[in-house]
């Protein structure tokens, strides 16, 4: 039971230049998300997904796009990078309880922007 | 006002002292709280969620005070291995419990 796994680990892009980061969870959880963590900051929410089929605007989306593949994989996309989204990213996914609402996180791309 | 807020420290203690950290939240609604652990350059890990009625898991005990909007993380017997970033998180309620508020996390550095 790998969990919530993440490629790749490291990413140098270019400015300009786009690419898709990949998730995918294990665990049978419904719920997905996409975050990214930048010093003195905390997480933000980029996007999240409910459920498979659908997707949601978290904080910070203006740059970024998501496809829901299905109930397992979850993927990041920036089209055009800028030297502000160079941030460690990470995948969540959520258990499925009424009154539990854990996340189990991925160990993050650590990508640049340069 | 931030929705959470925490002491970023650090706070630097002794091995086996006792250690308490705060983390307020703004919006009294609120009904769902964690903390997280973040080991350097790591994901965060759940330690524990904080139910209205506390909980304790081995050396760590989570409070929620409801009048004062806070929830509590109290370590006892701190181990060398406890050093990390400690995140608050709450659910706001007008989430639809899947949005996810992190506070910026305090740092405890237990020392030998």
């Known amino acids: 039971n790998a969990g919530v796994t993440q490629t790749p680990k490291f990413q140098v892009l270019k400015t300009g230049q786009s690419m898709t980061l990949q998730c995918a969870q294990d665990?049978?959880?419904?719920?997905m998300y996409w975050y990214r963590q930048d010093p003195g900051m905390g997480l933000r929410l980029i996007y999240y997904?409910?459920?498979?089929?659908?997707?949601d605007k978290g904080e910070v989306p203006n740059g970024y796009n998501v496809s829901r593949l299905n109930k397992r994989e979850f993927s990041l996309r920036l089209e055009s990078a800028a030297p502000s989204q160079t941030s460690v990213y990470f995948c969540?996914?959520?258990?499925?309880?009424?009154?539990?609402?854990?996340?189990?996180f991925g160990p993050g791309t650590r990508l640049t922007v340069t | 006002r931030k929705e959470v807020e925490q002491d970023p420290g650090p706070f630097n203690v002794p091995e086996g002292a006792t250690v308490a950290f705060n983390c307020t939240y703004s919006n009294s609604a609120s009904q769902s709280f964690f903390w997280y652990r973040q080991d350097c350059r790591k994901e965060p890990k759940l330690l524990m969620s904080?139910?209205?009625s506390g909980n304790e898991d081995g050396r760590f005990t989570a409070q929620l005070n409801r009048a004062s909007q806070y929830i509590s993380l109290l370590i006892r017997d701190s181990k060398l291995s406890d050093s990390a970033t400690y995140l608050c998180?709450?659910?706001?309620?007008?989430?639809?419990?899947?949005?996810?508020?992190f506070g910026t996390g305090t740092r405890l550095k237990v020392l030998a």
């Open positions: 997904s409910a459920s498979e089929g659908t997707t």
């Open positions: 665990m049978n959880h419904n719920s």
């Open positions: 904080v139910y209205s």
């Open positions: 969540a996914s959520r258990t499925q309880g009424r009154v539990s609402y854990e996340q189990y």
């Open positions: 998180v709450v659910i706001p309620p007008d989430s639809g419990t899947y949005k996810y508020i």
